[in-house]
């Protein structure tokens, strides 16, 4: 509605005051007309460019909002990753202990047999 009103207002606006002013010609009236018309087809594409920057503006930040989603998980994952990494390394470790302390007694065993035997 305000744009409807100053899209008639503003040039008749301009011609009145071009007349009024007592110095209007048939040409400074259509160049006055002229001049608005354009100054308002400036004022709309502007306009609409600010309208495509907002919108383009509220893409690039749910894109940011998503990536930013993502990295979250990412990370999520890497923890969890490491946290599985660090238990599976726990559980080599006692392994290995465990491998080695069955070796130690295989050996006492076998000590134990053999002292055994020459007694025997």
């Given at each position: 509605m305000h744009s409807a009103i100053t899209k008639s207002l503003l040039p008749l606006a301009m011609s009145a005051a071009v007349l009024?002013?007592?110095?209007?010609?048939?040409?400074?009236?259509a160049q006055a007309l002229a001049a608005a018309?354009?100054?308002q087809n400036?004022?709309?594409?502007a306009r609409m460019t600010a309208?495509?920057?907002?919108?383009?503006?509220?893409?690039?930040?749910?894109?940011?909002?998503a990536a930013n989603a993502?990295?979250?998980?990412?990370?999520?994952?890497?923890?969890q990753a490491q946290a599985?990494?660090?238990r599976a390394q726990a559980a080599s470790q006692n392994?290995?202990?465990?491998?080695e302390a069955a070796r130690a007694e295989s050996e006492r065993i076998q000590r134990t047999v053999l002292a055994q035997g020459e007694r025997g």
């Open positions: 009024l002013g007592g110095c209007a010609t048939r040409d400074s009236v018309n354009a100054a400036t004022a709309q594409a309208d495509q920057a907002l919108t383009a503006a509220q893409a690039a930040q749910q894109t940011a909002n993502t990295s979250q998980q990412a990370s999520a994952a890497a923890q599985a990494a660090d392994a290995a202990s465990s491998a």
